[in-house]
């Protein structure tokens, strides 16, 4: 299954690249754990939830060509969390980034597509209550996750 997942990744790739295109959405990706992992990218905020915790994060995004940069706004995890993702690949289905922080890269992580509808985000997590519920109700509603 993850040989497919990849080949689809780099055939979708090769076939529709654009790096001037702002990285908007909802994406979904797994942690080398396994775990689940979705990040909505709003367009100056983002929220990501994390399934092996149960916990959603939401940032200040900030963008500068195929850098994106997180801020934490507001967890119930952590008071500090800072770091960027390096867009090396996009197109409509997914993108490709290298995770830079808490003083390591990682390689490079495909997100794929939940929705290329652009989140409404406010600046905390009470007040994105709706979106929080939007994505726990079409995860339960599947069983891989992502609603497919």
């Not at 994390?50 to 959603?56: A, N, V, Y």
């Not at 690949?89 to 290298?98: H, N, P, R, T, V």
């Amino acid at each position: 299954m993850r040989t497919v997942v990849i080949l689809m990744a780099v055939i979708l790739l090769g076939c529709n690249t654009s790096d001037h295109k702002p990285i908007t959405g909802k994406w979904y990706t797994y942690a080398e754990s396994g775990d689940y992992m979705e990040l909505w990218l709003g367009d100056d905020k983002a929220m990501s939830y994390l399934s092996s915790i149960d916990e959603f994060l939401l940032y200040e995004l900030n963008r500068d060509d195929s850098l994106l940069s997180f801020s934490l706004i507001e967890s119930r995890i952590t008071e500090a969390h800072e770091f960027q993702l390096r867009v090396e690949k996009s197109s409509d289905e997914l993108f490709q980034a290298i995770f830079i922080g808490e003083g390591k890269v990682n390689p490079l992580k495909t997100y794929f597509l939940v929705s290329s509808e652009t989140p409404r985000l406010s600046g905390s997590l009470e007040t994105n209550k709706e979106n929080m519920l939007e994505l726990l109700s079409r995860m339960e509603g599947s069983h891989d996750g992502h609603g497919h």
